[in-house]
């Protein structure tokens, strides 16, 4: 299965701050990354498909890239709704597997 | 718009089972496949199952191959996961989600997630 690895762990920001979570994948995988959100008590939602295509709907705050193996959520200036945890998921090979999150808060 | 919502959890012994469902609206529901993602409490999200399209393909996480039964009636706009032979590992609100891609095998990218419902396994 491929592993895949999230940095920080957790990080406490202010709004208005550029924040960036990245994922490193343990193999070679294109670009079949999957970005999702997800707040406390809630289901998680989609943000980007495909390292770096935006969801209908997702703020443009929001972006992904990819560099190799390691790929990258940006959010460009930190809203008040943004406060959540952010995960991963390569859908590159069977099974996918998710990152373990990024947990954003104040 | 877009909408799943799950049923069927509760509490079930260890050994036991339980049905949950998963009822669609908002889209052509015999288009796309279906997954169930679940997520232990105060863990992170772990793949579980998916159902193709045209129900003709389903596959599992290793941990619950053999255990769960993923299918679906069209009929009904519904995907039903059979969890068997519960054990505490399986404690977990389970998600269902759809799969982006339509009329062809599941990608395996879920772009729309129902609220979840809670099993716990407890005697």
């Known amino acids: 299965d491929i592993q895949m690895t999230q940095s920080p762990s957790s990080l406490s920001a202010s709004v208005g701050d550029r924040v960036t979570i990245t994922c490193r994948a343990s193999q070679e995988m294109n670009n079949w990354v999957a970005w999702y959100q997800q707040k406390p008590g809630k289901a998680p939602k989609s943000l980007i498909s495909a390292a770096s295509n935006l969801e209908s709907g997702v703020s443009s705050r929001f972006s992904g890239s990819v560099s190799g193996t390691d790929f990258t959520l940006t959010i460009s200036s930190l809203q008040p709704e943004d406060f959540a945890t952010y995960y991963c998921q390569q859908y590159y090979s069977y099974p996918p597997t998710y990152g373990p999150g990024t947990r954003v808060d104040l | 718009q877009v909408q799943l919502v799950e049923s069927g959890g509760g509490v079930v012994q260890p050994g036991r089972s339980l049905r949950l469902s998963c009822t669609a609206s908002?889209?052509?529901?015999?288009?796309?496949?279906i997954h169930w993602v679940r997520q232990a409490p105060g863990k992170g999200l772990e793949w579980v199952a998916v159902?193709?399209?045209?129900?003709?393909?389903?596959n599992y996480a290793d941990p619950v191959k053999g255990r769960f039964t993923i299918s679906r009636d069209d009929s009904d706009n519904t995907v039903y996961l059979q969890l068997g032979g519960v054990t505490a590992a399986d404690t977990a609100v389970y998600y269902c989600?759809?799969?982006?891609?339509?009329?062809?095998?599941?990608?395996?990218?879920?772009?729309?997630w129902g609220q979840g419902t809670p099993v716990t396994v407890s005697s």
């Open positions: 989600a759809r799969d982006w891609q339509r009329r062809f095998s599941p990608i395996y990218y879920l772009d729309h």
């Open positions: 908002g889209f052509t529901f015999s288009s796309h496949g």
């Open positions: 159902i193709s399209y045209d129900g003709s393909k389903t």
